[in-house]
Structure formats: structure tokens, C-alpha cells
């Protein structure tokens, strides 16, 4: 039998604005030792929405712990706050400033969920597929083929049958393309 361990990164911190932008540096550094840099960019989104939601919404303090964890095929963001009160999914406004943090967590993860943690806290959590499904490129047969079609002459510019303007001739572009 083959075991898999599990490679697992634990940060704490105060969610504060500067502190976020820590945490995403650790986040995309460990994910590059991992050798997971397609997935830098949206754990970072990720990570980086979560501490926001802790900053702005979390009581009484801004303490919180960051975790990475890779398990088989599957990447797991979580942050644990000491909030009990869990997070809603809303509707934001179009021209609303916040409050689509959780929706786009939601449409850039393959999963994602809330967990109450003891008694004052909560767990969110994300996670993201650490395999790519191969893109296959189209059949041969599949492949349209372009006929080679001989290049029309510009007709020539002559005087109308009244003498007063010329014929039609057709456009040309000065832009090459």
C-alpha cells in the first residue's frame, strides 16, 4: 500500500490590510515549493478574500489562522477565525462596493464551505483540484480545410456612360491584415 502524506502550512495572524499581503506572499511561495504554481493565483484570490471578510466582519478580535493543506489531488485553503456568527452569501448590488467576496470564492474553487470550530469560531474553507484535466487538441479530421481560392483583381476605375463620375471599384484597406 501507497500513503500519501499530506503537506500542510498553518499561519497566524492578526487580519489586518498589511498582514494580508503577507499572507498571500507565504501562500504563493509554499504553493511554488509544492510545485503548484498554477494554483498561486487563485488560492491568493482566495486566501486574500477570506482575511478580508475576517477584517471587515470578525468579533471581537482580528486574530486568525491561515492553513494550506494538500492531500492527494485536492488543495484545501481554510482561515479560522473566533467569530461564531457564519458567513451569507448576498446578492450584491451591480454598483455595490463589497459584499461578492464569498460568491467569487465560490466560482473560482472546485468546493467551499463554513464549519462552526468549538463553541466562539468558525472555520471557511476552499478548495481547489491540484490536477488540470489535459486539454486535447481537436482531431484532424475534425479540422476544417481552407480551399486556396485565386485572388480577385480590383476592377478598374473608369469614366460612367454620363462622364461625370467613375465607376464603382471596390475598397482597399491601408492597414495590412
Known sequence: MIS???????VELQALPSRIGQVRRIVSAQLRYWHLDPLID??????TELLSNVHRHAQPDKTCTVE??????????????GDPRMPVVDDAEPLATCGRGLAMVAAMSESWGVRPDGESGKVVWFTLPTSVPPVTAPSLRSRRTVQEKPARRFAEVGVSTDGLRPDHAPARSAVAG
Open 4 to 10: 500519501y502524506p499530506s503537506r500542510h502550512c498553518t
Open 42 to 47: 487563485r488560492a491568493s484570490l482566495g486566501v
Open 68 to 81: 494550506i493543506e494538500l492531500l492527494l489531488d485536492r488543495l484545501t485553503v481554510s482561515v479560522r477565525d
